[in-house]
């Protein structure tokens, strides 16, 4: 049984920061393994924000890249999303994703998610 929670979203101005943590559990975390970040916003379509794997290989969104930053704390099997500069196009509902392998930026790679955390960005 793999279990993923998120959690650290809300409403902020545009220009602060947010830091988004998930929280993963089962026997996924036995074996080599991604972590990964997607959003959502209303309309379009679910995309790869920023990942890391076991072996600490890791990816961006290009439009994140320099304000975003994924860090993982494997003894808690924990991922972080540090948000900096947000912007009103941040606004999503952003999901954590899980599965065994190497890293990859496709939602179907993606087997074990949470229920996502909204984050707003206001003007």
């Known amino acids: 049984q793999v279990q993923v929670v998120e959690s650290g979203g809300g409403l902020v101005q545009a220009g602060a920061s947010l830091r988004l943590t998930c929280t993963a559990s089962g026997r996924l975390f036995e074996v080599n393994n991604a972590m990964a970040w997607f959003r959502q916003a209303p309309g379009k379509e679910r995309e790869f924000v920023g990942g890391v794997s076991s072996g600490g290989n890791s990816a961006y969104l290009d439009s994140v890249k320099g304000r975003f930053t994924v860090s993982r704390d494997n003894d808690h099997n924990t991922l972080f999303l540090q948000m900096n500069s947000l912007k009103s196009e941040d606004t999503a509902h952003y999901y954590c994703?899980?599965?065994?392998?190497?890293?990859?930026?496709?939602?179907?790679?993606?087997?074990?998610w949470g229920q996502g955390t909204q984050v707003t960005v206001s003007s």
């Open positions: 994703a899980v599965r065994r392998g190497i890293l990859r930026k496709l939602t179907d790679d993606y087997p074990f």
